[in-house]
């Protein structure tokens, strides 16, 4: 017997036979197909019970009630809770990306502790002790008044917890970020008196007449303003936006008004000064002002006639006469100031100038009107209990005014001013005007706790973290703000078990007093925080953890309100933008971008136009008056006082000429590739400009000169 | 000379005159061809049916056994556990907490089992991780509650008789596609006598045909 090649071909033809015959061919087949449509490395969503849970967004102040879809356990997707008091139903891009922030890259997963110029991770325990030490050293050598602390706002529990633990540690050192909040309270508290705040109603005004405030970008309560101005045509309410750039309100509206950057409470001014003189005004709300009209009157005289108000303003004398008019002879007109989102920099003048409108025309506290209402008082805390060191140091003065002047002061003391320094959902190092000056403060305080969720630009600067859970993950009572009429009270509540090894804010503030041991540990008698919000809300916890939230007051004030101008009949000085430049560089917020403590999300920062970020470069806008030899989305340097950068340039009319718009909220640089090192951050180039007479840092912008790259 | 030329010479004179003789060889040379051709078609044609399946799946065991003949006669019906939600959505295999509501106290048994059970998951909080032997691909939509309250099929006609079972079998995944033995079916030529033998997508038409008329649109269950 032979084997041949015939031999083998019949091995072949057989092995090839056999394996057709069998069902392998088939099944790999089969198999095969089925692979190919259930790629294994495509995440597959875990199938479960759907369930909703109410929660109220934290992401910024509007306080919107959110409805969070959650298989099982797992949330995974954040909608606008139907029928909620500020929102009803509607969310915003961040809104519904806020899940994104539970995975963000920059989390802060356990306590951190510096070393060095890296971070090592300690316990709780010895966090705590460590934070419990320091500050006991402090009171030991009776200076407690070096322990300062910056949060977002004044109100909610959390801000009233630091105020307390700062108080019955004897510090008067409470600060809070610049916020549209903190500024209606400072206008309502310059023109009507201490404790109150203003609303503006939007959702009934007939002629909003808007100095800059970004209607639909994110001023105020983002999803409640676009519900009232959708509602604007159908009520057939007017809206005249006063600013120096055709931003998407003032697209909106029914007539955009350019008008030179820093002027626009000179605008005010003039406007107010041509209801004076025409008796445009109503006659029984100026009975309301308590002296110093007269004064006024005579400094707008004076000071801003429509000649010289046209000058400072670049608005036509005619259009300002007609503004004038037409605000005052409107039935419900309504002022509204907050330049942008209203969280950036202003000045007491351009607020008190343009509130003093409303006080002029007589809308106050009436339907469409805006209205003075004392602040949300819904927490009930027990007295403070104080020894003699805490009250020694309670009773010092704050080394300032607002956190401005803060950083300005430990920048300028030779002495250590601040010893130890609280920071919670703040991000000065990233939000106020000269970072560079605002880091080098921080260098010179010895001792920084963040209580941050993210390891942020302040955050990286902190010795010890002790991280917070986010929103998602914690109790915590939300007030509205951002010039809301209704007063709500929201409950965000834990949609997930903590991912990591987070505490609740409040949570670390108790065990820091319990640390600390007497009196401050006794004026801290709660166990946990949940326990402690609790019995702050009382009266409304029913209420809250039932519905989510609670209406606090649903109507407008009835009480009329005294009206005091006597700042405005100082006749402040108008600020100048810093530098001797040419052009002037002023900030655009834009809604797709968040630019306070929170870091915009990586869904938002995708949903960015080309025309303000182009891959990782910033366009800034230029009038083509202004762009000669610059080429449309070319790359060009910007010049200011502060520095020099490189960006790319969109060409066009909607910005008035002489002046560059660069967004804000771009320019992170932290660690989270999705968000940071896109862009660069305006605050880098502006400096702070203090107004004398307030002590707020009013820069609305900086001289700046921008030339071909 | 080399062998190769030596064999090509001789294949060269084959063709030109040594016509007899070379019928002679092909005829010996075929029959070898044949018993070569037979022995490689029958290797090949059972391994491609008995050891292919065996290297094709593999078998991975339950987390530990469960008895579904005594939970049946313990706690009812298959709905018992295996309950469709308010929306009508199917819960499946249930989570611990279903477990719970009957075994929230120490084991209540005294199989090896039950106190694994209770050891490795219920006292440490953590969800069984059960191998389902009848999970579909996820390109295809499902609806227990249209096949069942709508369409008044019983858990039998797809699932066979599990819940008589007392231990669990071993769950045989296909390398290839992640999935369970039980879709293809056991019989690696997908001939079935049971209609819940296989759970291919032919079997879900041919039904559909019989008890609607129509077999189904794409879209129906591929979303």
Known sequence: ?709 | MSEIENKAENGSTESAGEGSAGEAKDDKGLGLGIIFFIIAFVACFLSGTLLFPKLLYSKKEQPFNFDHALHVSEAGDCETCHSLREDGSFTGIPKLATCLDCHYEDVLGETEDEATFVEEYVSKEKEVPWHVYSRQPDSVFFSHAAHTEAGGMDCVSCHGNIGESTSSRPYEENRITGYSRDIWGKNIFGIKKHSWDRMKMDDCAKCHKKETGHQGYCFQCHK
């Open chain 1, 1 to 709: 017997m032979k084997v041949d090649r015939r031999s083998f071909l019949g091995l072949g033809i057989g092995a090839v036979a056999g394996i057709a015959v069998s069902p392998m061919g088939m099944k790999l087949t089969d198999d095969s197909a089925i692979w190919t449509q259930n790629w294994p490395w495509t995440p597959v969503p875990v199938d479960g019970k759907v369930n909703y849970e109410k929660s109220v967004c934290s992401l910024c102040p509007g306080s919107c009630g959110i409805s969070v879809r959650k298989i099982d356990n797992r949330p995974v997707k954040i909608e606008g809770l139907a029928d909620h008091p500020v929102n009803d139903g509607g969310a915003c891009l961040h809104g519904i990306a806020g899940l994104q922030y539970l995975y963000d890259p920059a989390r802060i997963k356990t306590p951190l502790k510096k070393n060095g110029a890296n971070f090592e991770k300690i316990s709780w325990n010895d966090a705590i002790e460590l934070v419990a030490e320091k500050l006991s050293n402090m009171r030991e050598k009776g200076s407690p008044e070096k322990l300062a602390c910056i949060t977002d706002k004044e109100q909610g529990s959390v801000s009233g917890l630091f105020k307390r633990l700062l108080k019955t540690f004897g510090s008067p050192e409470f600060y809070t970020m610049p916020s549209l909040e903190s500024y209606l309270e400072i206008t309502a508290s310059a023109l009507h008196g201490k404790g109150k705040t203003i609303a503006f109603d939007l959702e009934n005004a007939s002629f909003v007449l808007s100095f800059g405030a970004g209607i639909i970008e994110g001023w105020g309560s983002p999803v409640s303003c676009f519900k009232a101005n959708a509602s604007r045509k159908t009520r057939h309410a007017q809206l005249y936006q006063i600013e120096p750039r055709l931003s998407n309100t003032a697209a909106n509206a029914d007539r955009w008004i350019p008008v030179k950057p820093g002027s626009e409470a000179d605008l005010a001014l003039g406007i107010s000064s041509v209801i004076l003189k025409n008796n445009l005004f109503d006659s029984n709300a100026t009975s309301n002002f308590k002296g110093d009209l007269n004064k006024l009157a005579a400094v707008l005289q004076k000071d801003y006639s429509l000649a010289k108000t046209a000058k400072i303003t670049g608005v036509k004398p005619d259009d300002i006469k007609k503004i004038a008019t037409l605000f005052a002879k409107a039935e419900m007109p309504v002022a509204v100031f907050g330049k942008g989102r209203g969280d950036g920099a202003q000045s007491l003048k351009e607020l008190a100038a343009v509130h003093t409108l409303n006080c002029l025309v007589g809308n106050i506290n009436k339907k469409g009107g805006a209205f003075v209402k004392p602040n949300n008082q819904y927490l009930e805390f027990p007295d403070v209990a104080m020894d003699s060191i805490a009250k020694t140091g309670f009773g010092k003065n704050k080394t300032g005014k607002y956190v401005n002047q803060f950083f300005e002061e430990v920048n300028r003391s030779s002495q250590s001013l601040i010893e130890a320094l609280f920071i919670y959902n703040a991000n000065p190092c990233y939000t106020l005007h000269d970072t560079k000056k605002i880091k080098k403060a921080l260098d010179k305080i010895p001792f920084i706790v963040s209580f941050s969720s993210f390891l942020d630009e302040t955050a990286m600067e902190a010795d010890v973290i002790l991280p917070s859970h986010t929103f998602m993950e914690r109790f915590e009572d939300v007030p509205s703000s951002g010039g809301l009429v209704k007063t709500v009270v929201g409950l965000t509540r834990p949609v997930i078990r903590p991912l990591f090894n987070t505490k609740t804010p409040g949570d670390s503030l108790i065990l820091i007093a319990k640390a600390l041991k007497g009196n401050i540990a006794k004026s801290f008698p709660w166990t946990t925080y949940d326990k402690c919000l609790e019995s702050l809300t009382s009266r409304i916890w029913n209420s809250l953890s039932e519905d989510g939230f609670a209406v606090l007051s649903n109507g407008m004030p009835g009480d009329s309100q005294p009206v005091d101008v006597s700042f405005l009949a100082k006749n402040p000085a108008s600020l100048k933008a810093q530098g001797n430049y040419d052009l002037t560089l002023i900030p655009i917020d834009n809604m797709r971008l968040m630019s306070a403590a929170t870091a915009s999300s990586p869904f938002a920062v995708k949903t960015v136009s080309d025309s303000v970020l182009k891959g990782k470069d910033i366009v800034v806008e230029i009038n083509p008056l202004t762009a000669k030899g610059l080429k449309n989305r070319g790359f060009a340097v910007l010049t200011t006082p502060m520095g020099k950068t490189r960006v790319k340039v969109n060409i066009n009319e909607g910005m008035m000429p002489g002046v560059i718009g660069m967004v804000t909220g771009l320019g992170h640089t932290f660690d989270n590739k999705y968000v940071s090192n896109k862009g660069v951050n305006i605050n880098d180039l502006i400096g702070q400009v203090i107004e004398p007479d307030s002590g707020l840092d009013a820069a609305f912008g900086i001289k700046a000169s921008i030339s071909k790259a």
